[in-house]
C-alpha cells in the first residue's frame, strides 16, 4: 500500500546535526498529522494540518518543527534532538479534521529515529 | 488520568480461541471511537469503527457502551494471523487519542 509513504525509514543522528523527516500521501486528503510512538506508551499527537495550516501544536518542544508546503506534503526538521526523541515518528492523513472526515486516519510505514 | 485505558496484555490464547479486548476512555464527549491493529515494526491500520448498536465484521465484533464509557473487541475462532497489538482509539472531536494498545499472540 503507498497511500502514505514516508522517508526514510530508518534515521540514526547525533545530537547536533539537523535532518528533515519526509511524509507524502496520495489520497487527495486535506489533513495530515505528525505522531511519535515511543515503546510502551500510546501514539502521542504532535501536529495537525488541514489545508497546509496548522490547527494543533501539541506542546512539541521547539527543536521539532513541521513544514506543509501543500496538502500532499508534510516535513518534520529536526535540530539538537536528545536521546529520549528516539521513538517511531508517524505520519498520517484523513479528509479533513472535523466530523466524518476526520474519522479514518491512514498511516504512513513511519521513521525510526534513533538519537546518539 | 490517561484519556484512553486498555489491558496491555500480553494475550496468548490457542488457535480457534475466542478473546475479549476492553479499553475505558475518559473524555464524555468523544464522538467517535475505533479499532485500529499495528503488527510489529509497521503502522497503525484501522480495523473497525465502534458503534453504540455494536457492529460486526466477520469473526471481529465491536461495541461501545456510552453510559460507561467502555469499548469492546471481540475476536472469534483466533487465527494465527490475529496476532498483532490492538489500539484503541477515541476521536474527541479536537483529537485523536490511542490507547497503548493490547499485544495479543495466536499460538498454534
Known amino acids: 500500500e503507498t497511500g502514505v509513504t514516508q522517508t526514510p525509514r530508518h534515521l540514526v543522528m547525533g545530537m547536533t546535526n539537523k535532518k528533515s523527516l519526509k511524509c507524502e500521501q496520495h489520497?487527495?486528503?486535506?489533513?495530515m498529522y505528525w505522531y511519535k510512538q515511543s515503546a510502551k506508551k500510546p501514539l502521542e499527537l504532535m501536529f495537525v494540518y488541514n489545508f497546509k495550516e496548522q490547527t494543533e501544536n501539541n506542546s512539541v518542544p521547539s527543536r521539532f518543527s513541521p513544514e506543509c508546503p501543500n496538502s500532499s506534503h508534510l516535513f518534520l526538521h529536526l535540530h539538537t534532538l536528545q536521546p529520549e526523541d528516539s521513538a517511531l515518528y508517524l505520519c498520517?492523513?484523513?479528509?479533513?479534521?472535523?466530523?466524518?472526515?476526520?474519522?479514518?486516519?491512514?498511516f504512513g510505514p513511519g521513521t525510526r529515529l534513533t538519537v546518539l | 488520568r490517561k484519556e484512553v485505558e486498555q489491558d496491555p496484555g500480553p494475550f496468548n490464547v490457542p488457535e480457534g480461541a475466542t478473546v475479549a479486548f476492553n479499553c475505558t476512555y475518559s473524555n464524555s464527549a468523544s464522538q467517535s471511537f475505533f479499532w485500529y491493529r499495528q503488527d510489529c515494526r509497521k503502522e497503525p491500520k484501522l480495523l473497525m469503527s465502534v458503534y453504540s448498536s455494536g457492529n460486526e465484521d466477520g469473526r471481529f465484533t465491536a461495541q461501545l457502551n456510552r453510559a460507561s464509557q467502555y469499548i469492546s473487541l471481540l475476536i472469534r475462532d483466533s487465527k494465527l494471523s490475529d496476532s498483532a497489538t490492538y489500539l484503541c482509539v477515541v476521536n474527541t472531536g479536537n483529537q485523536f487519542y490511542f490507547g497503548t494498545g493490547t499485544s495479543l499472540t495466536v499460538i498454534p
Open positions: 489520497l487527495g486528503h486535506n489533513a
Open positions: 498520517a492523513s484523513s479528509p479533513g479534521t472535523s466530523g466524518i472526515e476526520a474519522d479514518t486516519q491512514y
